[in-house]
T-cell receptor, first 117, second 109 residues
């Protein structure tokens, strides 16, 4: 149990276009979902915290108009990178909290590799 | 400020040797600490958490509040332990994880 999926696993897009990444909890209801960004050989940096039905809470320095987060249901959160530029190229990882996990345990998705040309 | 520090980017040991991956934290409240592992081409997964006091795959970690440390140890490293290891702290009021920089463990045959 406690499986989190992400789609797509990798995406290549042109500069200026928008890209949507989906994060789904497959076998549990996620009260909270988190979005991280990971640069090569670096740690995960939290971008935002998302609760179902409410606005996401963004970390300092993360542009909310650039990285749109929607958490429409207890099993789905989406991250849209708007007007993507090459500097947005990165590995984006989501996690979900809830289900059988103990309090505060997060279950991670496999990540999405975004390349902006 | 809340911070997790893993001083070693890379730790290389031979199979059978003891391993200790260091983690220090800075947190004003009562900390809840985790070790996550990321094997090559796999997702991040929980290895262990301090409140459960369990041993997973031979790894243990003890919270030392005096030294603000949560080092990960294994007496005899195996090649399959080669991976990236992240120490993380969760903030009690938000549930957010703060990750250390990560340590790559390389176990040589």
């Amino acid at each position: 149990g406690a499986v989190v999926s992400q789609h797509p696993s990798r995406v290549i897009c042109k500069s200026g276009t928008s890209v949507k990444i989906e994060c789904r909890s497959l076998d549990f209801q996620a009260t909270t979902m988190f979005w991280y960004r990971q640069f090569p050989k670096q740690s995960l940096m939290l971008m935002a915290t998302s609760n179902e039905g409410s606005k996401a809470t963004y970390e300092q320095g993360v542009e909310k108009d650039k990285f749109l987060i929607n958490h429409a249901s207890l099993t789905l959160s989406t991250l849209t990178v708007t007007s993507a530029h090459p500097e947005d190229s990165s590995f984006y990882i989501c996690s979900a909290q809830g289900g059988q996990g103990a309090d505060n345990e997060q279950f991670f998705g496999p990540g999405t590799r975004l390349t902006v040309l | 400020a809340q911070r997790v520090t893993q001083p070693e980017k890379l730790l290389s040991v031979f199979k059978g040797a003891p391993v200790e991956l260091k983690c220090n934290y800075s947190y004003s409240g009562s900390p809840e600490l985790f070790w996550y592992v990321q094997y090559s081409r796999q997702r991040l997964q929980l290895l262990l958490r301090h409140i459960s006091r369990e041993s997973i795959k031979g790894f243990t970690a003890d919270l030392n509040k005096g030294e603000t440390s949560f080092h990960l140890k294994k007496p005899f490293a195996q090649e399959e332990d080669s991976a990236m290891y992240y120490c993380a702290l969760v903030t009690s009021n938000t549930g957010k994880l703060i990750f250390g920089q990560g340590t790559t463990l390389q176990v040589k045959p």
